[in-house]
């Protein structure tokens, strides 16, 4: 079975800072993993995937997330936070079989001015 | 913008209505999904449609009923539904269900379905 933890519910931190969100993943085969970012009475919005190849991923809006095999980890980065980061944001690995996407609780990314 | 457009974006309906939600893609995608999102919550998949067949029904209650009209389009069927089925009701599409695991899903901004 596959499943994804994100470890932190909530992420205050002032704008311009760098952040990292959390996530890790437990799987028996190959996975692929996706972040989305979900903005106020909004659909999910992909922000960035890994399939295979280079381990640094690069995605939309400034973020880059790192697979890490060995320590069975995808965390998303930013640098530097906008007030408009602002949003909930979804780790997410592939599930066996026809299932595509097996998501994180989520991780509430709160930008202060 | 979204590419996935869902109507109605609110629904308020009693709980012996009949109502329909809807969910439109252009992009070719045959692979479509509906999810069920609580608040502060991820969304739950509900039911999975690979080239307009159903191929994943997540032990939803019957008194959803979904549809997929042709390639394009899905719909969901909501009849007597309960006050706890009040949520974001979101739909989605992916390009090719063979190659399901390594493929994006692309969402629509959901339906707010509130049941009185």
């Known amino acids: 079975a596959q499943s994804v933890t994100q470890l932190d519910s909530q992420v205050p931190v002032f704008e311009e800072a760098p952040v990292e969100l959390r996530c890790n993943y437990s799987s028996s085969v190959s996975v692929y993993l996706f972040w989305y970012v979900q903005y106020p009475n909004q659909g999910l919005q992909l922000l960035l995937k890994?399939?295979?190849?280079?381990?640094l991923v690069k995605g939309i809006n400034g973020f880059e997330a790192e697979f890490n095999k060995s320590q069975t980890s995808f965390h998303l980065r930013k640098p530097s936070v906008h007030i408009s980061d602002t949003a909930e944001y979804f780790c997410a690995v592939n599930k066996e079989g026809n299932t595509p996407l097996v998501f994180g609780k989520g991780t509430r990314l709160s930008v202060i001015a | 913008d979204t590419e996935v457009t869902q109507t109605p974006k609110h629904l308020v309906m009693g709980m012996t209505n009949k109502k329909s939600l809807k969910c439109e893609q252009h992009?070719?995608?045959?692979?479509m999904y509906w999810y069920k999102q609580k608040a502060k919550k991820p969304p739950e998949l509900m039911f999975v449609y690979s080239y307009e067949k159903l191929s994943i029904n997540e032990s939803v209650p019957s008194r959803f009923s979904p549809e997929c009209p042709n390639s394009s389009l899905l719909n969901l069927h909501l009849h007597a539904l309960q006050p706890e089925d009040s949520a974001l009701y979101l739909c989605?599409?992916?390009?090719?269900?063979?190659?399901?695991?390594?493929?994006?899903?692309?969402f629509g901004d959901g339906t707010r379905l509130s049941i009185l």
């Open positions: 992009m070719g995608h045959r692979a």
């Open positions: 890994y399939l295979s190849g280079s381990t």
């Open positions: 989605a599409s992916s390009q090719d269900p063979g190659q399901a695991r390594n493929q994006p899903q692309h």
